[in-house]
């Protein structure tokens, strides 16, 4: 893949970690709320939104770049009624105006808690239809790799993963600037992330558990699929890739077992919130590889037909 071509991957890489993260944020903050109080729980995800409006942005600017004439992508939406591709244009901008204006009123403490919860919601389901959009332009008879319903389920399990390991690193590092400034705050993001982090360990193992099938069963049913694109890309993950396959399996699975023993770790020996900083991190980076790997062998699975 060319500099440009790698436009595509950080692209979806990125829309989807937003989207992931966004939904993994709004479940910790509607369950925090009845705990702990609307208003004090609204008052500690502000650097949460910040981040996934920022990551939503440079998804944006990274599928602009793929573009030799960027300024003529809104043409795009013009072909809504049959094209992917313009839906998902839409959605992308649905995603980013709405996260923009749930930041807006965060910063500002503007808006009521019903409002921004309906804001926060519309903007993951603008989300969803990104994704959902971004993946069914894949869908084409011609690549047998990709003409298939795991190619949808992929995206979301990607997404939704991704959102689980950098939420829960974003709210440790965020926690941990909080006490390093006295934030008096940061008692209440301590007990949030404590309440939150083993569903979200558990979480994502089931989610990985998915991937290794998806993929397991994606290579099975290349296998038996007799045309020609079929074996090709069959091919080219065992004989070509086989290496970064394995890398990409090997970090997916590391990166969620290290999750887990983090989290049973801190339970057991009750050490403070802010100590998982680094190991916490360190299991988000490994999926992030694993994930990225895994989304550059989606792309080399593709075959070139014709001239």
């Not at 990274?62 to 839409?90: C, D, F, Q, T, Y």
């Not at 409002?115 to 959009?133: H, Q």
């Not at 770790?265 to 919130?273: F, G, K, V």
Request: charged share 10%; with cysteine.
């Amino acid at each position: 893949m060319n500099l440009r071509e790698w436009a595509l991957p950080v692209y979806t890489i990125l829309v989807q970690l937003a989207l992931g993260t966004f939904l993994t944020l709004w479940i910790i903050r509607t369950f925090a709320a009845s705990k702990y109080g609307k208003e004090r729980v609204d008052h500690i995800i502000d650097n949460s939104i910040l981040v996934i409006f920022i990551t939503i942005a440079a998804g944006m600017l990274g599928a602009h770049s793929h573009l030799s004439k960027p300024l003529h992508s809104i043409l795009a939406i013009l072909n809504l009624r049959s094209s992917w591709l313009s839906r998902e244009i839409v959605f992308n901008a649905l995603f980013f105006l709405l996260t923009g204006s749930l930041l807006y009123l965060q910063l500002r403490s503007k808006g009521s808690w019903r409002f921004k919860t309906i804001l926060g919601w519309l903007a993951i389901l603008s989300g969803i239809g990104n994704v959902y959009c971004m993946a069914r332009i894949y869908v084409l008879p011609t690549q047998a790799a990709w003409n298939t319903p795991i190619t949808v389920i992929s995206f979301f399990t990607t997404a939704f993963l991704l959102g689980v390991m950098a939420l829960a690193s974003l709210l440790i590092m965020d926690l941990r600037y909080s006490e390093l400034r006295n934030l008096p705050k940061s008692g209440l993001q301590a007990l949030v992330i404590q309440d939150s982090l083993g569903w979200m360990a558990k979480t994502a193992a089931v989610l990985s558990v998915a991937i290794i099938a998806q993929q397991i069963y994606l290579l099975s049913t290349l296998s038996q699929n007799s045309q020609v694109t079929a074996q090709i890309s069959v091919l080219l993950l065992l004989q070509l890739y086989p290496v970064l396959l394995t890398l990409r399996l090997g970090a997916l699975i590391l990166g969620v077992l290290s999750l887990t023993l983090v989290v049973a770790w801190q339970a057991r020996n009750h050490r403070l919130i802010s100590d998982l900083l680094v190991p916490i991190y360190l299991t988000c980076l490994l999926v992030m590889v694993g994930e990225i790997l895994g989304r550059f062998l989606f792309y080399a699975t593709h075959v070139r037909l014709g001239i």
